[in-house]
């Protein structure tokens, strides 16, 4: 006699689909010259209708049917058996499910399905989430709509893309500062690493409701941007090896804040976890001349452990050349040969004399003294900014030493983590949905968007206990059988979560 054995696991609707695709395809000879694409589309779409099927199969063995539920000390009731579809990266699942309500008029009800599969926003899957958020980081809810219609996979809409950064932002604000430390207890400091280089500058973003500028709301200062704009904050510490070559990046934006308070604490617990395991690091300060950066800048190292080497100032080399190239357009004329010839030579000795901005200096005083009206108020001007700075302009002393002159890591941090995603034509942000942005490009350009995902899926995941077993269905249905006895035993204080999931 011989046995056979049948394995029914595949042999779903979406399988049998599939496998009657695959044998037609093989069995027709006709090739046609433009056909593939025709084959690669439809072999997607079936495989992808099994994936969905699989996703639904699996996600309907998350409900838990009872009369009565726990969920973090509340009790729920049982309300409602409905379909609901999600959002899975292959596309949409619909899955039956059980809805629990607690005791009182106008409670909202939740689904363990939901809460022990870790849904989001009551609708994507965590896989889809993690896909759709990263998207969303970079594009706008219309381009990502249009972006996974054409990778036809998921299709989510425009308005709940736009909903998936806000729903992950609170979450992540909930718990940043424990989060943000157990993203830096993975990481190491790479042994070649000498320097590390603490950045702060700021861009001006379109705000709603932001009518003033930030300083027009501070008495006593004059509006820095346009209406309407206020400034986000950006910083970044980098760590260098001794030849300047950039090793490892962390990038932050904040949205405006005043003193970019949230900004200063995330770079300072940044910097003190670095020197934690590598308290010989040169730390240098390299920023702009704008004075809130240059006071946080202070105010950061103030709170840091005495150094094993006193922390440099440095005055941004490309800033610093801004500014004498205004110098030179003043006294020699904006775009003539010798204004031209003139900031070549002073940029030139700014870098590379040991005593390059002092000579500046002299040279800006000399024109500025022959000069008269408008033209020599812009030289004073100009002139008082290099004596202001001039402590932090000894680029020549700064490039023997191998240490960074140009804080193009910050410039390049404020482009790409602000201006090129949140400053697009007509845009205008609030403060949560612009945070919420900004924190997912900032853990994405600091690669840590993997492990920060972890943390973050996990908190939408909530631990389901049954109080009491509806008496007119089975107990609970498991992979393996439980006695009554037993059943009798736990009655009261199941632990759903602790139990084989539902064959």
Known sequence: ??????????????????????????????????????????????????????????????????????????????????????????????????????????????????????????????????????????????????????????????????????????????????????????????????????????????????????????????????????????????????????????????????????????????????????????????????????????ELEARMPEPAQPPIEILDFYHACDHLKNACDAAWGESTAEGKAQFERLKTLLKEAEDGAERVIGSLRYQRDRARANKRKRLQAELTYFRNQRHRMRYAEYIRQGLPIASGVMEASCKTLVTQRLKRSGMAWAMPGGQAILTLRSLIQSNRWRPAWKLLRADFCKEVKVRKIKCSSPAITLRQPISLARLDQELGHVDYAALPLAA
């Not at 042999?11 to 049998?16: E, F, T």
């Not at 084959?39 to 009872?66: M, N, P, T, W």
């Not at 990266?89 to 499910?97: K, L």
């Not at 300072?268 to 240059?294: C, F, M, Q, Y």
Request: glycine share 6%.
């Open 1 to 298: 006699m011989e046995l056979s054995h049948t394995d029914t696991t595949l042999h779903s609707p979406a399988a049998k689909k599939l496998a009657e695709f695959l044998r037609k395809q093989r069995e027709n000879s006709n090739l046609e010259l433009s056909g593939f694409e025709r084959f690669e589309s439809e072999l997607h779409e079936q495989i992808s209708a099994l994936e969905c099927e699989l996703i639904g199969e699996e996600l309907a063995r998350y409900d838990v049917v009872a009369e009565e539920i726990e969920v973090a000390g509340a009790v729920y009731r049982h309300t409602l058996t409905s379909s609901e579809t999600y959002m899975s990266a292959a596309g949409s699942v619909t899955v039956t499910r059980n809805l629990y309500r607690p005791a009182g008029y106008g409670s909202r009800s939740i689904c363990p399905l939901e809460l022990r599969a870790g849904i989001i926003n009551g609708h994507f899957t965590p896989r889809a989430a993690r896909q759709a958020g990263f998207v969303m980081a970079q594009l706008t809810s219309g381009e990502s709509e249009a972006l996974f219609d054409e990778l036809e996979n998921m299709r989510p809409s425009r308005s709940s893309l736009d909903r998936l950064p806000k729903a992950l932002s609170p979450h992540w604000e909930s718990h940043r500062t424990e989060w943000e430390a157990a993203l830096r207890e993975q990481e190491t400091v790479p042994a070649a690493a000498a320097v590390v280089a603490i950045s702060v500058d700021g861009v001006m973003a379109p705000i709603k409701g932001g009518d003033k500028s930030d300083k027009q709301n501070q008495p006593g200062k004059h509006a820095s941007g346009p209406t309407g704009y206020k400034e986000v904050g950006c910083g970044t510490v980098v760590l260098y090896d001794d030849q300047t070559e950039r090793l490892q990046t962390v990038r932050y934006a904040r949205m405006p804040e005043n003193k970019k308070a949230t900004l200063q604490q995330q770079l300072e617990t940044e910097v003190a976890s670095i020197l934690s395991l590598r308290p010989d690091l040169l730390r240098i300060h390299l920023a702009d001349g704008a004075k809130d950066n240059w006071r946080l800048l202070n």
